[in-house]
């Protein structure tokens, strides 16, 4: 069964750092497009960032510079590794897999709440 | 960045009704667009692909249509499960998602 669990999540203060884990299970991260996309409470959904399998690396302009994603395929897992966290970086995070070439996300995982609140 | 605008933003149907949802680009596409349907607590889930080709497992009374600029999701016939919000996502460029509808029971 292809299955992506997400884990990390948590209360922050602004400012802060928290980082993310995507297991993966069914498939290989580093044979796909990799993503992370975000829906704050009550809002629509965001894309934050891709890791394509030749490694290629993209963000959102939101995150830039702040976000960083990455994999190891070891332990076959995607991570987001988020600094200087505002208010407006509180969400549901989701890992997804873009699919190839329709570019749509067709497998998801169940998502990690990050609330960045003093 | 291309702008995704869905409408209505909400509506109200019945079980058995047919259901029309639109979303506008911002500029040409192509058919790079995908629908997904999303339920309260729950991570989305991909029903159209490519503006037209269904998703496996999804039920035939989903379609979708349209290209350029302008596309259409399409429920022919409401179950009670289908009632949820619906995202429209370009993936021309750098993905973008449209507002959501909500489908709420009338």
């Known amino acids: 069964e292809v299955q992506l669990v997400e884990s990390g999540g948590g209360l922050v203060q602004p400012g802060g750092s928290l980082r993310l884990s995507c297991a993966a299970s069914g498939i290989t991260v580093s044979s796909n497009f990799m993503t992370w996309v975000r829906q704050a409470p009550g809002e629509g959904l965001e894309w934050v960032s891709v890791?394509?399998?030749?490694?290629?690396?993209y963000y959102g302009d939101s995150v830039k510079g702040r976000f960083t994603i990455s994999r190891d395929n070891s332990k076959n897992t995607l991570y987001l590794q988020m600094n200087s966290l505002r208010a407006e970086d509180t969400a549901v995070y989701y890992c997804a897999r873009r699919s190839q070439p329709s570019g749509s996300f067709d497998i998801w995982g169940q998502g990690t709440m990050v609330t960045v609140s003093s | 960045d291309i702008q995704m605008t869905q409408s209505p933003s909400s509506l109200a149907a019945s079980v058995g009704d047919r259901v029309t949802i639109t979303c506008r680009a911002s500029q040409s596409i192509s058919n790079y667009l995908n629908w997904y349907q999303q339920k309260p607590g729950e991570a989305p889930k991909l029903l159209i692909y490519r503006a037209s080709s269904l998703q496996s497992g999804v039920p035939s009374r989903f379609s979708g249509s349209g290209s350029a600029g302008d596309f259409t999701l399409t429920i022919s016939s409401l179950q009670p499960e289908d009632f949820a919000t619906y995202y429209c996502q370009q993936s021309y460029s750098s993905p973008t998602f449209g507002q959501g509808t909500k489908v709420e029971i009338k």
């Open positions: 890791i394509y399998d030749d490694g290629d690396i």
